[in-house]
């Protein structure tokens, strides 16, 4: 990983290297993405080659173009993607469609909001293309989302420059926990959700 941040340094390379960072990490790649706009930002104090206008705007245009290649990989190849989640989380076709109604009313946020999640940025994108989520409102809240984080990460790294190391950590131990807990409330949201639609199914059905 170290290559990326001297990449991210380099006079010819910066903007490029944060820009297939970002970009990789929103596709699934196991980089640091908020590391590297957060140190993008940070540079953007400390040097002159990096400026934290442009340092927001690359990291908002990897954010997003990664984040929608995903949806796309997501509508095309859709059956195939949640054939696979059935069979990982032995998941039913009642499992699936809860989940769809779960993101024809929710999809928004869900979307906004896994921006800031490191793990769940990488497949809110195939699932919203996968569970039919129109292209419009995925890219509306997903270029909201990656503006936020991108914007966050950068003045982050640019404000506390003089405490980089510690941010880093902080960060890090943060998104996990975070992260965990946003899994926790959504896995019981998706089940009080799949009962409703359960339930509501039944009276249809009857």
Request: proline residues 2%.
């Amino acid at each position: 990983m170290h290559w990326f941040y001297h990449a991210v340094r380099n006079e010819s390379w910066g903007y490029l290297a944060l820009l297939a960072g970002v970009f990789a990490e929103s596709m699934g790649l196991p980089l640091p993405g908020e590391t590297l706009v957060m140190f993008a930002g940070f540079l953007s104090r400390k040097q002159t080659h990096l400026q934290i206008q442009w340092v927001i705007l690359v990291g908002i245009s990897a954010a997003v173009m990664g984040d929608n290649a995903g949806y796309l990989l997501g509508h095309h190849l859709g059956k195939t993607f949640i054939r696979w989640i059935k069979k990982l989380g032995r998941l039913d076709d009642l499992d699936i469609e809860a989940a769809k109604d779960l993101i024809a009313r929710h999809g928004g946020k869900t979307v906004f909001f896994s921006r800031f999640i490191f793990g769940l940025r990488t497949i809110a994108g195939p699932m919203a293309g996968s569970l039919g989520m129109p292209w419009r409102r995925f890219f509306k809240f997903n270029l909201l989302g990656a503006a936020t984080w991108a914007t966050a990460m950068a003045f982050m790294g640019y404000a506390f420059a003089g405490e980089f190391n510690s941010l880093l950590d902080y960060i890090e131990k943060g998104s996990w926990a975070v992260g965990g807990g946003m899994i926790t409330i959504g896995y019981l949201i998706w089940r009080r959700e799949k009962n409703r639609y359960r339930t509501e199914h039944r009276r249809q059905a009857a």
